[in-house]
C-alpha cells in the first residue's frame, strides 16, 4: 500500500535532516521511498521554500508537477481561489492520488508555519519499527497521513521522538 505521511519539524533544518537518515534507511532497505518533498520555513521570510527529489526519473516530473499543486494550494492560493480556478479538476486529481482532504489541507496549512519545516513523504513497503529507531530524536510531529485511525496510532507510537 502506498503511504502519504506529512511529518513536522520544530525548526527549519528538521525535514532536511530527516531526509538523510530516510534515504540511509532505504539504502538499507527499510523502506521503499516513492517519492518526497521538503517544505522549509526560515524565520523572518515571507514565504517556505520548496525542494522536491524523486526516487525515478521516469516519474520525477509527475511527482513534480503534484507537488507543485499541492504547495501552491497550501502557501501560495487561497482554496477559493483554487476551487474556482483552472488548476482546479488537477488540484483535486494530485490530492485523490494521495487521499488528502480538504480537512487535511487545512491542518497542514495551520500547522506549517515560520520557524517550521516539513516532510512530505509517499512510501510503500517498510519496517516501521525499525525505521522508527532510526527517526528517533529527530524530533518529528506526524500532521496527516491516509493511513486509517488504527494505523496511524501504530505509526505515531513506532515513530514518536
Do not use: C
Not at 517519492?35 to 511527482?63: C, F, I, L, Q, Y
Request: glycine share 10%; no cysteine.
Amino acid at each position: 500500500m502506498t503511504t502519504f505521511t506529512v511529518w513536522k519539524y520544530d525548526d527549519p533544518q528538521g525535514a532536511e535532516h530527516a531526509v538523510s537518515l530516510l534515504q540511509e534507511a532505504a539504502s538499507e532497505g527499510l523502506v521503499k521511498i516513492d517519492d518526497h518533498a521538503v517544505v522549509s520555513w526560515p524565520v523572518g521570510a515571507a514565504h517556505p521554500t520548496t525542494k522536491h527529489w524523486h526516487e525515478d526519473n521516469w516519474r520525477g516530473a509527475g511527482w513534480g508537477a503534484l507537488w507543485g499543486l499541492l504547495f501552491g494550494a497550501l502557501f501560495a492560493i487561497p482554496l477559493v481561489g483554487v476551487a474556482v480556478g483552472a488548476g482546479a479538476g488537477a488540484l483535486s486529481k494530485a490530492r485523490e492520488r494521495l487521499g488528502i482532504s480538504d480537512q487535511q489541507l487545512e491542518r497542514i496549512r495551520q500547522e506549517v508555519t515560520e520557524g517550521t519545516s516539513a516532510l512530505f513523504l509517499v512510501t510503500e513497503q517498510g519496517d516501521l519499527d525499525r525505521l522508527g529507531e532510526r527517526m528517533r530524536g529527530t524530533h518529528s510531529r506526524l500532521i496527516e497521513t491516509n493511513l486509517t485511525d488504527a494505523e496511524r496510532r501504530e505509526l505515531i507510537q513506532t515513530f514518536d521522538s
